[in-house]
Nanobody
Framework: QVHLVESGGGLVQAGASLRLSCAASGRILSSLHSGWFRQAPGKEREVITAIDWTGGMTYYSDSVKGRFTISKDDAKNTIYLQMNSLKPEDTAVYYC??????????????WGQGTQITVSS
């Protein structure tokens, strides 16, 4: 019902900034909650940020709070992740996801394929 495609990944230096985009097709994101997850080698997938369907409520994990910002553009059916002050420990595959449920208990039914972020020291 929803197809998500991430873009904007790559190799950057510590302290750099990067902006990820997640373009959706099919069901529009305006009616869904969305979020960003990441998975580092040998680690479990973790949610790092989320935004509710209205765009008025957000969540950030302690590891990224103050450095990352999630946003959405319903007209473009796209969500974004602005990443500042990147650290080597941010190195991971980043996934966008969307779903329903009652905020903040989001049920992520739709997932992108992931994009690699590598931060060098």
């Amino acid at each position: 019902q929803v197809h998500l495609v991430e873009s904007g990944g790559g190799l950057v230096q510590a302290g750099a900034s990067l902006r990820l985009s997640c373009a959706a097709s099919g069901r529009i994101l305006s009616s869904l909650h969305s979020g960003w997850f990441r998975q580092a080698p040998g680690k479990e997938r973790e949610v790092i940020t989320a935004i509710d369907w209205t765009g008025g409520m957000t969540y950030y994990s302690d590891s990224v709070k103050g450095r990352f910002t999630i946003s959405k553009d319903d007209a473009k059916n796209t969500i974004y992740l602005q990443m500042n002050s990147l650290k080597p420990e941010d190195t991971a595959v980043y996934y966008c996801a969307a779903g329903g449920g009652t905020w903040p208990r989001v049920k992520y039914n739709y997932w992108g394929q992931g994009t690699q972020i590598t931060v060098s020291s």
